[in-house]
């Protein structure tokens, strides 16, 4: 059941995005040398893989797609649960944060 203060279904304000000053957290999900390349001023990098597991995943991808999809999945959930332990974990339920990465792939999907 859901309260009166719930979005309708197929409310789309709720996917609006925000001033940036209204998040709590910005996180750029890309691996550490992305981050380092370039990133959102104030963003923290919390990569969903690293360096080594992104290069990992894109040899994989040259030879057998599903494979790769299946580790970078692994890496992906392993290291978020690492983030949230760590680091998310230390905000109100009721904080938003805005996440990002880099082509709006695999990576912004989890």
């Not at 969903?48 to 040259?62: C, H, L, N, R, S």
């Not at 030879?63 to 970078?72: E, F, N, S």
């Not at 992906?76 to 792939?105: E, Q, W």
Request: proline share 7%; net charge negative.
């Amino acid at each position: 059941m859901t309260s009166l203060t719930d979005p309708l279904p197929g409310d789309t304000s709720v996917l609006a995005p925000l001033p940036f000053e209204q998040y709590a957290l910005v996180i750029d999900a890309r691996s550490p040398h992305e981050y380092l390349d370039d990133h959102v001023p104030g963003a923290v990098n919390l990569p969903v893989v690293d360096d080594a597991e992104f290069a990992e995943v894109g040899i994989q991808y040259k030879t057998d797609q599903h494979a790769a999809y299946l580790i970078g999945a692994q890496h992906s959930f392993r290291n978020l649960a690492r983030h949230t332990a760590d680091l998310i974990s230390n905000y109100k339920p009721d904080d938003r944060f805005l996440v990002y990465c880099f082509r709006g792939g695999k990576r912004s999907a989890l």
